[in-house]
T-cell receptor, first 116, second 114 residues
Framework: AQSVTQLDSQVPVFEEAPVELRCNYSSSVSVYLFWYVQYPNQGLQLLLKYLSGSTLVKGINGFEAEFNKSQTSFHLRKPSVHISDTAEYFCAVSPSPNFGNEKLTFGTGTRLTIIP | SAVISQKPSRDICQRGTSLTIQCQVDSQVTMMFWYRQQPGQSLTLIATANQGSEATYESGFVIDKFPISRPNLTFSTLTVSNMSPEDSSIYLC???????????FGSGTRLTVV
């Protein structure tokens, strides 16, 4: 089974400042990793995903994440945030296809609040 | 990626009644998932629904409470039965599009039970 830990439940950041949202995972098998964003009263939108290859993954809206296998982490970063980035961010993991049982396990989420 | 239409977007229901949520996908997909997001919480998987087979439920969820239908590769329904206020949540369907491994989500159904 897989599990995901998002260490920060809330992160306040000033506009145009950088931000890092932390995500650690646990799994006995190879995994795929995802970051989703949920704006108020909306569904989930995929920001980026790591399947294989380069450990630095670039996503939409200027976000990027780095997969670190030794530290079992997949932290999300953005060099300069905007008011429109205010949302809930979820890290998620699924087993890679070789191990079947494809389903997402989510972390508890991090609420990013941008301060003008 | 797939486009999902989920209905209704929200509803207010009386306790003891049932609500059926529909999920329509614009392309054929093998795997569909139903999630629950309780207020202020993360997403919890209710069940996996594959066409042509019985849904697979996660621990803590049972078919009598959350019956699921999957009649074809583009459509699924989740019923929340005999509702209580504790069932007030957002319910989301999700599909897995093979190849790029993109899990796509519907916009959710916000359910309030009074």
């Amino acid at each position: 089974a897989q599990s995901v830990t998002q260490l920060d439940s809330q992160v306040p950041v000033f506009e145009e400042a950088p931000v890092e949202l932390r995500c650690n995972y646990s799994s006995s098998v190879s995994v795929y990793l995802f970051w989703y964003v949920q704006y108020p009263n909306q569904g989930l939108q995929l920001l980026l995903k790591y399947l294989s290859g380069s450990t630095l993954v670039k996503g939409i809206n200027g976000f990027e994440a780095e997969f670190n296998k030794s530290q079992t982490s997949f932290h999300l970063r953005k060099p300069s945030v905007h008011i429109s980035d205010t949302a809930e961010y979820f890290c998620a993991v699924s087993p890679s296809p070789n191990f079947g049982n494809e389903k997402l396990t989510f972390g508890t989420g991090t609420r990013l609040t941008i301060i003008p | 990626s797939a486009v999902i239409s989920q209905k209704p977007s929200r509803d207010i229901c009386q306790r003891g009644t049932s609500l059926t949520i529909q999920c329509q996908v614009d392309s054929q997909v093998t795997m569909m998932f139903w999630y629950r997001q309780q207020p202020g919480q993360s997403l919890t998987l209710i069940a996996t629904a594959n066409q042509g087979s019985e849904a697979t439920y996660e621990s803590g969820f049972v078919i009598d409470k959350f019956p699921i239908s999957r009649p074809n590769l583009t459509f699924s329904t989740l019923t929340v039965s005999n509702m209580s206020p504790e069932d007030s949540s957002i319910y989301l369907c999700s599909v897995l599009v093979g190849g790029d491994y993109g899990y796509t989500f519907g916009s959710g159904t916000r359910l309030t039970v009074v």
